[in-house]
């Protein structure tokens, strides 16, 4: 009886050493978080009137707004022309101003630092602020609407300069005054 005792002692002990032989020294979990937050941006003027422009004209500059990343998160921002006034149309990147058809684009600038903006800073066609649906506006970007600042992954708090160039539309069906709601959405 020892003896069968010990055998089956002996062979516990082989097991377990044998088991302990296979067994890692360390091992490894990997954890995921997406955070979430509150993406928001807001601008701090409601309007901008150009004044009187005349039609065919190009290269009229804004004044510059100030745009500020106030949610808790890093945000890219979108600019859309989200509501044309029903009878101008705003022009894609390709396209230049004709009957009825503005052409506006938008430039991400500091204001203080070199002062405004001239017409040349604005690229033709990554500047340009086209008419899209919800949520289908141009994404911000090194080369969309970027002067020496930019839309893109903007810091919690951050401000930027925002600037506006408007081509006049060659002519046009009405002489009243036009308007046009361009969205500013973070991403």
């Not at 067994?23 to 901008?48: C, E, F, M, N, Q």
């Not at 500091?110 to 649906?133: E, Q």
């Amino acid at each position: 009886m020892k003896t069968t005792m010990r055998k089956m002692m002996m062979m516990g002990v082989m097991m377990v050493a044998a088991g302990g032989a296979m067994a890692a020294v360390t091992d490894t979990v990997v954890l995921t978080v997406t955070p979430t937050g509150t993406k928001s941006v807001s601008i701090d003027r409601a309007s901008y009137d150009f004044g009187a422009l005349v039609l065919a004209t190009t290269d009229n500059l804004s004044s510059s707004a100030t745009v500020t990343n106030d949610g808790n998160i890093v945000s890219t921002w979108a600019l859309r022309v989200s509501a044309n006034d029903g009878v101008w149309t705003a022009a894609t990147g390709v396209q230049v101003p004709a009957a009825d058809r503005y052409k506006l684009m938008a430039l991400f600038d500091d204001p203080t630092v070199g002062g405004a903006p001239v017409t040349a800073n604005f690229d033709t066609t990554n500047d340009v602020l086209v008419s899209a649906g919800p949520g289908l506006g141009t994404l911000s970007s090194a080369t969309n609407y970027a002067g020496d600042q930019s839309g893109e992954a903007v810091t919690v708090g951050a401000t930027r300069g925002l600037w506006f160039r408007l081509d006049m539309p060659t002519s046009s069906s009405v002489s009243t005054q036009r308007s046009f709601t361009v969205e500013i959405e973070a991403q």
